[in-house]
């Protein structure tokens, strides 16, 4: 339905200087104001100058720089449009609420100037060679309209060689109802290919590139190159048929003494050699004249049109003219087996001269000799000879005779039906004799293969989209205008070579039984000469424009970058000719010559053009089905239905074709696509294939919304969470290739890493840190997703993390992370508190979590362990994901020679023996091979290292919490200062006093005492803590607050600090540990003595990882008897289960 558009004027009161809040701008001088013009649509007042700019502002510009798909790139009107002035962007003050949007976006009266001065760019084949006049400037409009342009580069591109060469023959031998049933569904094909492709041309500017473009556009790169590629196959192919039958023309009905190898009749050997001689020579003549130039080519193009066009009117006329006045052209039929016209001119056996009988010519070539008493051969002798007319008239009534098809085997006898005659025992072929035999072995399917590349060439039109004046109103109409005109062409054909001619004539394929004449000649007038001469040019000029046009097209694939090794054949001359390009279709063409059988190089193109065009209608019917957006195609009298039954059909017709020629050319674009997909370069194009994949992963994603999957379907569906150095590289990138060994590239991978900051000031770096994180993936060969968050501590990124990564079903299960090393150290930015608060976290989301200390040592993907082994070590029940993990490691090639050790720990009271056969029974039934061993723990007494070693862990801890509390003494001491004296700290250089070794005129020096008071007031100001509030509350009365300081003051808050700090460090080396403590230290020292004397030389051990203490007191303890379990091993994975069993012994 049709849209008003308004235009609203914007009324200036004033000059255009004058504006709300602007003064002293000068108005400009009279001479530029702009009468309003009677023009509705003109934008009324306003600024004269942006007026002006605006008029000057030059249309879409062509870059020649453009890179990646080779097409060349326009400079958008609609946004970052670089080539706008900017200095002169904001003279009017009316619009300058929108001043910041304007630094990307341009007004709309701007973009409304940009598209109306629009010019699409001539991208045909003539622009190659009009490029070598370097004085033309400016590109000139195209003016080519739909008749010229469209309908009739189609019309020529249509009708072809098989109408000429094959046609009369496929009606013979399929009978006018099967001939007319071929023609209708490759005709119908066609016809809903050419709408699929009208709805895509008119859906926006298509630039020359005909089917690849819209396909790849529509379809994506990798569908785009692989049926670009077939497409340029079949067009090189074609290339191939019509110059073998410009030579079958030549050599069968124009010069047959020009043949170099002679053989007899019926020799097939003598005449494939002379197709593969002169095909070669024909092929290098007109690589030739291509290189030299393509503008002769397209010069010559109307001759060989006009050749078709007298070709096809000579053909009715002659159909006309037998309704009144049949061609005499007799057919000589020895009983109903139809003879050669060559050999002899009489069709008798005797004849009468002077009363005296006299053999003919015809009984010397059956008896071997003149003589009447001569021995012949027996057919001869119980058959007559009759003499028939090979073209009746439309008027005969033999259409009735030729409704039916006569299919036969290769060497058959060319028969007339209805005729009776004797047969003989004698049925195959006998060399000399002038019978006339059928060639090939003739069948439905095998006829439809070599009548489809008759209907091809419905892209001449779309190829040629640049050099018309409205492309989407031409290729529509005349596309489907020359495919309705060649449809009927060949469907009265049938029916009028049915009415007409004869039909042993029909299934003579090479005119024998005419003289030798092309058959479809015979039935031209005013003479058969003007069929064969305008068959030869038309065929000879299509093979021209096949080579022509495959090499620009294999030099548009080779510029989209999509394809490395074509790389090189995207150069050329220096005009843009693509000759490597050129010499590799001249190459395959060659390969199509020297198969020599027009009848066996017809199916191989069928199969690349049907390919093509299935891909047509499977684009237009994503498109319509998916309702993208931007699918808004002019041409409105298209449907999915319509385009899936011409995919449907076209399917159909590959494999009527020929079924291995099917399944072959199906294998290569096949090929082609994987490769694509692994080795091409990347491209966006916003195709429909992604938007099928977005349709295809929301519905899977609503179909596995609900509830946890089956432990059946369990797999560990990880988030790895990566540190990132100062320059955003990731520091463990071991951690990433584990991940990946792990997964075998199956299951969801997130990869996520938290920046502390605010969002805003840290955008740019989280880009970075993403680009960086994904550059390895990437190298990694990680296949999953990135997610970089931003958060005011690490600690609450980690958190949204795990909350939050994934989307509906697809959620991570498993959390990966490396052990902090130097959690030790208190100025790890992933600290020990942060690491037992992500345990503590993953447990309350029932995630599995795995740690894996010492990951710098974990292996890459490029090393092999030849031998070694994975020990387990289950402690507790994790719902089974200590045995899950080795065997999905030992998937991929890293682990895949490593074997399986576990090892359970039994007690005091435990039957070891029968823990060990449970154990093998229990593995048996998970289908896992696994050494099993039971490893004895008796209890004994604590020894004085553990006790000593739990008593250094508690004073350490107790140290630090001393060292913290003075610390946030200090930071309360600044705050208060901060908040309600900052003159004082001006003038004074001291701050509160150090608890431990540090002086306290060190503190605050200089002008940096601000900006630290500051920071740790922000600090404390923006945290959540209770405690934080409360000691900030408690500060800020006034009775606690030190306005002035004395020296007096000073000296007494030193010796005051001083010995309450010496009283809390005196109570720390007379401390004794907390026997619970004692215990689990214990634990960790007997447990890794074990560990290490069983496992020390395995390439892994997997470990039950205890939970965090609930009380949060003893969480560095904590870290500690971990560190203690795992001393002394290299690569460690401590395992967490999520809650739920991973693994089952049922089917």
């Not at 299960?813 to 992500?838: C, E, G, H, R, Y």
């Not at 029932?846 to 010492?854: G, P």
């Not at 710098?856 to 402690?875: A, H, K, Y």
């Not at 048996?924 to 209890?939: D, I, K, Q, S, T």
């Amino acid at each position: 339905m049709p849209t008003n558009f308004t235009v609203v004027p914007v009324e200036t009161t004033a000059s255009c200087g004058e504006g709300p809040g602007v003064q002293g701008e000068p108005p400009p001088p009279p001479e530029q104001a702009q009468e309003p013009g009677n023009d509705d649509r003109s934008i009324r007042g306003g600024c004269a100058r942006r007026q002006q700019q605006q008029q000057q502002t030059d249309s879409i510009r062509v870059e020649p720089g453009s890179c990646g798909d080779g097409i060349p790139r326009e400079s958008s009107p609609f946004i970052n449009n670089a080539g706008m002035e900017r200095g002169n962007i904001y003279e009017g003050k009316n619009m300058a609420l929108f001043e910041e949007e304007m630094d990307s976006n341009p007004m709309v009266s701007s973009l409304l100037n940009k598209l109306a001065n629009y010019t699409n760019v001539t991208q045909g084949v003539v622009e190659h060679e009009e490029d070598e006049d370097s004085k033309r400037k400016e590109i000139k409009a195209p003016r080519m309209g739909t008749f010229i342009g469209v309908y009739l580069p189609c019309l020529q591109n249509i009708l072809g060689v098989i109408l000429f060469l094959r046609l009369t023959w496929i009606v013979g031998t399929a009978g006018v109802l099967e001939s007319f049933i071929i023609v209708f569904m490759c005709c119908a094909g066609t016809m809903l290919t050419a709408i699929s492709m009208s709805a895509i041309a008119t859906n926006g500017v298509v630039p020359a590139g005909g089917s690849y473009y819209m396909i790849s556009r529509s379809l994506g790169p990798e569908f785009g190159g692989a049926v670009g590629l077939c497409f340029y196959l079949g067009t090189t192919f074609a290339g191939a048929m019509y110059i073998l039958g410009t030579i079958e023309i030549l050599l069968k009905y124009i010069s047959p003494n020009a043949a170099i190898f002679k053989g007899e009749d019926g020799d097939e050997t003598a005449m494939l050699n002379n197709m593969r001689v002169y095909g070669t020579c024909i092929v290098a003549l007109m690589a030739i004249v291509v290189f030299v130039g393509v503008k002769y080519v397209n010069k010559l193009a109307l001759v060989f049109l006009a050749c078709v066009i007298l070709s096809i009117i000579a053909i009715y006329a002659g159909v006309i003219k037998t309704a009144f006045d049949p061609p005499h052209f007799p057919i000589c039929l020895l009983g109903n087996r139809t003879l050669i016209k060559k050999s002899f001119y009489t069709c008798a056996k005797y004849s009468e001269k002077n009363n005296v009988t006299e053999t003919t010519e015809l009984w010397k070539e059956f008896c071997g000799s003149q003589l009447l008493n001569a021995t012949c051969n027996e057919y001869f002798t119980l058959n007559n000879v009759t003499e028939i007319e090979g073209i009746p008239g439309v008027a005969s009534g033999v259409l009735i005779d030729n409704l039916w098809s006569v299919y036969g085997d290769k060497g058959a006898f060319v028969e007339k039906q209805d005729l009776p005659s004797v047969p003989v025992l004698e049925e195959t072929k006998v060399p000399g004799l002038p019978y006339i035999y059928t060639d090939i072995m003739t069948y439905f399917t095998m006829l439809v293969g070599i009548y489809f590349p008759s209907v091809t060439g419905i892209m001449a039109g779309s190829n040629r989209s640049g050099d018309l004046r409205d492309a989407q109103k031409s290729i529509p109409t005349g596309t489907i205008l020359a495919i309705s005109t060649t449809s009927f062409i060949y469907l009265s054909c049938i029916v009028l070579f049915g009415a007409c001619i004869e039909g042993v004539v029909l299934r003579d394929k090479f005119g024998e039984a005419v003289n030798g004449n092309l058959v479809i000649g015979t039935l031209a007038w005013p003479s058969p000469w003007v069929i064969v001469i305008g068959s030869f040019f038309s065929t000879c000029g299509a093979g021209l424009q096949s080579l022509t046009g495959a090499p620009r097209l294999l030099q548009a694939i080779a510029r989209d970058g999509i394809v490395p090794f074509l790389h090189i054949f995207g150069h050329g001359k220096s005009n843009g000719e693509p000759t490597w390009a050129l010499l590799l279709t001249a190459f395959i063409c060659e390969i199509g010559i020297i198969i020599a059988s027009l009848d066996s190089v017809a199916p191989i193109l069928s199969m690349f053009f049907l390919m093509c065009y299935l891909f047509v209608n499977l684009a237009c019917a994503v498109q319509t089905l998916l309702r993208t957006p931007n699918w808004r195609p002019r041409f409105r009298y298209y449907h999915w239905t319509l385009s899936f039954l011409g995919m449907s059909l076209c399917l159909a017709l590959m494999f009527i074709c020929s079924w291995y020629y099917a399944l072959v050319a199906m294998l290569i674009a096949g090929c082609i696509y994987k490769y694509i997909e692994y080795r091409g370069a990347e491209k966006e194009w916003g195709d429909g294939i992604r938007g099928l994949s977005l349709n295809a992963a929301r519905y899977a994603l609503l179909r596995v919304e609900h509830g946890p999957p089956h432990t059946k379907n369990w797999r560990p569906q990880v988030l790895v969470l990566l540190n990132l150095d100062l320059e955003q590289l990731v520091k463990h990138p071991r951690l990433l290739s584990f991940a990946s060994q792990l997964k075998a590239g199956k299951g969801l991978t997130i990869v996520g890493s938290v920046l502390s900051g605010i969002y805003l000031d840290k955008y740019t770096e989280a880009q970075k840190a993403e680009e960086s994180i994904r550059s390895l993936m990437g190298a990694e060969k990680t296949k999953g997703f990135c997610q970089i968050v931003v958060s005011s501590t690490v600690r609450d990124g980690i958190s949204h993390l795990i909350q939050s990564a994934g989307l509906g079903g697809m959620k991570h299960n498993t959390v990966l992370i490396a052990w902090p090393q130097s959690w030790k150290q208190t100025d790890n930015p992933f600290s020990w508190k942060n690491f037992v608060d992500t345990v503590r976290e993953t447990t309350a989301a029932q995630q599995a979590l795995l740690v894996a200390k010492n990951i710098d040592l974990f292996p890459t993907n490029q090393e092999r362990f030849s031998e070694g082994n994975i020990d387990v070590w289950w402690i507790v029940h994790d719902g089974g994901m200590l045995m899950l993990l080795p065997f999905l490691l030992r998937q991929h090639k890293v682990w895949r020679k490593c074997k399986m050790r576990i090892f359970t720990v039994a007690q005091m009271d435990d039957n070891s023996i029968q823990m060990k056969k449970d154990l093998q029974m229990f593995l048996y039934h998970l289908r896992l091979n696994a050494e099993v061993e039971v490893v004895e723990m008796f209890e004994n007494d604590i020894s004085a290292f553990t006790y000593e070693k739990t008593l250094v862990m508690e004073q350490r801890s107790q140290m630090l919490k001393q060292m913290q509390l003075s610390k946030n003494e200090r930071e309360r001491e600044i705050q208060s200062i901060t908040d309600e004296s900052r003159s004082s700290i001006r003038r004074k250089s001291h701050s509160s006093p150090q608890c431990i070794g540090q002086d306290i005129d060190n503190l605050l020096p200089n002008n940096t005492q601000e900006e630290e008071a500051q920071l740790i007031h922000d600090r404390n100001t923006a945290s959540h803590s209770t405690t934080m509030v409360k000691s900030h509350t408690a500060v800020a009365t006034p009775e606690k607050i030190q306005m002035t300081w004395t020296k007096e003051k000073l000296i007494s808050e030193k010796h005051k600090n001083k010995e309450t700090c010496l009283t809390g460090y005196k109570d720390i080396f007379n401390m004794k540990p907390n026997q619970s403590n004692v215990r689990r230290m214990h634990t960790a020292v007997k447990l890794n003595g074990v560990v290490l004397n069983k496992s020390q030389h395995a390439q892994l051990v997997l470990l039950n990882m205890p939970g965090p203490p609930k009380n949060r007191q003893g969480d560095e303890n904590y870290m500690e008897f971990l560190e203690v379990l795992t001393e002394g091993l290299n690569r460690v994975l401590l395992v967490r289960g999520g809650g739920r069993e991973v693994i089952t012994i049922y089917s």
